[in-house]
């Protein structure tokens, strides 16, 4: 054999050995892959980080169980992406995960990037389940692709407006929101609920999601004297509030929505933490079935507290699988349907979806800090709980 | 009246850090002709390792009253080195490069750091610790309390040392010659690498203390901070006149007091309009009207003087 042929046998050998082990894998192991979107960096990252870990143990756990569809073996594979809390950002990665050919998502964390994102899943046929966009706006896309494991906003600001009236006696409210879809959205639900049941709006002002400065337009609000002020965003705007809040003798109940109700709420707001009322959609964790047991486990597999939304990230993931299952396919077209009507026991609550892909029956719990913890006061609806 | 009063406070307050950070970007300009966008990224490392060795220092038991200093001391040490070290690596080598490479490095350096900062503190935001009662105190029915009283006292005493520095010592002489034409300086004995790295020393210095002062007013600390302080106390430099130290001052306070007016009145003013969203509109407008007719800024560059 002449030399200039070792180079060609060489690579015909290496093919041939590519294409066995491609073969081999293929007939049994199916790799499937699930995408997971949320602000891994900037000024929400850290419930970025929350929501992929819980994502991640669902993933963990179906690979530990060994699970079977259409008589192969499958692994999942989770393609974590970082939408920066920006709707730009979060169209972009949105496209990325479809060209990952995942065969579904969970995901996004915020309102505002869940939405847009929504129409790209939509338009591939790509199921998506988001674990804490609570903007009514996202399921009334139109898309059938969209589904939420918890309540929506239109659920969620009612109840914080009606228990801020009913409960709290408020008559004056101050609203601030941050101009996102979720602040925004929630805070019109709010001053809704709140009108409705009586209360004047005194007061609506403005921030933005990146700003820790709240002295002028809180000071705007003392001038209209209001007895109760409610913030529409999240925790790392909320926490700085509420000491300023303080500092300026303002002197309001305060009130937020789940962006607020974390443990890092309460570390940044301090002292001025005390008192404070915030909402969650679903059961308080020790009340869900195996809401201690997750809890526990993720601490020790994480090393921190869970924030927010790590147990209905955790839901979402097993709701696909366990639709995937039924289907008895991967493919995203066949599982559809089935995840649509799917009924599941999750740790959150009892899975079902409404026709829009809402969660049918989502419960709304009101929190209140004590002693430097979150204590639930109330749980509205959640028919469906078990 | 007490509302107005107020919100002037919180406007000076809130141009104090600015003008403070804004200081910084300034003196780099004013020498090097060079937008240092690194800057709000040291302002926020001085934040970090400040909080880090007050814990670190509480936690061996010391009293909070020498931990504080002790830790400000830290981070202006570290910081200074950090300045130093960006100047040498990211700047130093391009100082006869087209003016965008700089520019370019100076973005890196930012990303890098911020993700460095990711890694060593992690996405979680740090409480700044409450070691003793911050008292507020009542003026005319407006309320002040001491570390807003503090940032105020600190960032005009910085300005005066800055002044004294660069208009009476042999430094300040060096720097001024730098700026106005590095060959000559060099020509006539002056050392321009020392007086350049010197200068970002003395700019890191003041980001650490910028880093500090907002993390204790405000009680929290996260890697991300920097960029939207950055981007302000850039805005305020430009406002003033970049390359000024008056000029930073001024920009910095105006641009605290336009957006603490501006979201306090907006809404008012236009009968419910324009509401409190427009508030960074506001002081971005005031921005472009100013470089319009004054594209110099307000002050504009006096060579003699920047530095």
């Given amino acids: ?386 | 009246m007490e509302i107005f009063l107020q919100q002037i406070i919180n406007g000076v307050v809130q141009g104090s850090v600015y003008a403070l950070v804004a200081l910084g970007y300034t003196m780099v300009y004013g020498i090097l002709g060079l937008i240092n966008f690194a800057h709000g990224e040291v302002v926020m490392m001085g934040a970090m390792i400040s909080l880090s060795a007050l814990t670190a220092l509480i936690g061996m038991g010391l009293s909070p009253l020498l931990a504080l200093p002790l830790s400000l001391v830290l981070a202006i040490a570290v910081c200074m080195l950090l300045g130093y070290g960006i100047e040498r690596i990211a700047y130093r080598p391009l100082r006869h490069a087209p003016r965008l490479a700089p520019l370019i490095t100076a973005i890196g350096v930012s990303i890098v750091l911020q993700n460095l900062a990711m890694m060593i503190w992690g996405r979680d935001y740090h409480s700044f610790p409450q070691l003793f009662v911050n008292q507020a105190h009542q003026m005319g029915g407006a309320i002040i309390n001491d570390i807003q009283l503090f940032i105020v006292i600190a960032a005009v005493c910085v300005m005066a040392g800055l002044m004294f520095v660069v208009h009476r010592t042999r430094l300040g002489r060096a720097m001024r010659a730098v700026a106005e034409n590095q060959h000559a300086a060099q020509l006539m004995g002056v050392n321009v690498n020392r007086v350049v790295s010197i200068t970002f020393m003395i700019g890191s210095a003041l980001a650490a203390l910028a880093g500090m002062m907002v993390s204790a007013n405000y009680g929290l600390a996260h890697y991300y901070m920097g960029f939207l302080l950055g981007l302000k106390a850039f805005t305020a430099a430009v406002l003033g006149g970049i390359g000024n130290l008056r000029g930073a001052m001024l920009g910095g306070l105006l641009l605290g007091l336009i957006e603490s007016l501006g979201a306090g009145y907006i809404g008012d003013i236009t009968g419910g309009f324009m509401g409190s969203q427009y508030q960074d509109v506001f002081a971005f407008m005031v921005l472009i009207a100013v470089l319009l007719f004054r594209p110099s800024g307000l002050l504009g560059e006096r060579l003699a003087e920047r530095a």
């Fill in chain 1, 1 to 386: 054999m002449s030399l200039r042929f070792i180079p060609l046998l060489f690579a015909a050998l290496l093919l041939s050995a590519c294409g066995k082990s491609a073969t081999d894998q293929a007939s049994d192991q199916l790799t499937v892959r699930i995408g997971a979107a949320a602000p891994l960096t900037g000024p929400q990252a850290h419930l970025g980080k929350d929501n992929e870990n819980g994502t991640r143990m669902a993933i963990e756990d179906a690979n530990a169980k060994g699970i079977s569809i259409g008589g192969r073996k499958v692994h999942f594979e989770l393609v974590s992406e970082d939408d920066q809390a920006d709707p730009k950002t979060a169209t972009i990665v949105a496209q990325k995960l479809v060209d990952d050919n995942v065969s579904g998502v969970i995901g996004h964390l915020n309102s505002g990037t869940t939405i847009p994102a929504a129409k790209i899943y939509s338009d591939n046929g790509i199921p998506q389940i988001s674990p804490s966009a609570t903007a009514v706006a996202y399921t009334h896309q139109g898309f059938r692709t969209a589904f939420r494991v918890m309540a929506n906003d239109a659920q969620q600001g009612h109840a914080l407006g009606v228990y801020a009236v009913k409960n709290l006696g408020a008559k004056r409210i101050a609203v601030i929101d941050d101009r996102t879809a979720y602040g925004q959205g929630l805070a019109d639900e709010f001053i809704r609920a709140a009108t409705a049941a009586g209360a004047e709006i005194v007061s609506h002002e403005y921030t933005s999601d990146k700003s820790v400065d709240f002295t002028a337009v809180l000071t705007a609000v003392k001038a209209k004297q209001p007895d109760l002020l409610f913030y529409g965003g999240m925790d790392a705007q909320g926490g700085p509030m509420a000491r300023q809040i303080r500092a300026l003798s303002l002197n309001a109940k305060f009130m937020m929505g789940d962006g607020g109700r974390t443990p890092e709420f309460i570390k940044l707001a301090g002292d001025a933490a005390q008192s404070v009322y915030a909402s969650l959609p679903g059961v308080p964790l020790e009340k869900m079935a195996g809401g201690t047991e997750f809890s526990r486990r993720y601490e020790t597999e994480f090393k921190q507290p869970i924030q927010l939304y790590a147990p209905y990230c955790y839901d979402a993931v097993n709701v696909m699988i366990a639709a995937m299952q039924k289907a008895n396919s991967t493919d995203p077209a066949k599982y559809l349907p089935t995840l649509a009507n799917i009924t599941h026991d999750g740790i959150t609550a009892k899975i079902q979806f409404d026709g829009n892909g809402d969660l049918k029956g989502g419960a709304v719990t009101l929190y209140q800090v004590q002693q430097g913890q979150w204590q639930p006061l109330e749980t509205i609806g959640g028919a469906a709980t078990p």
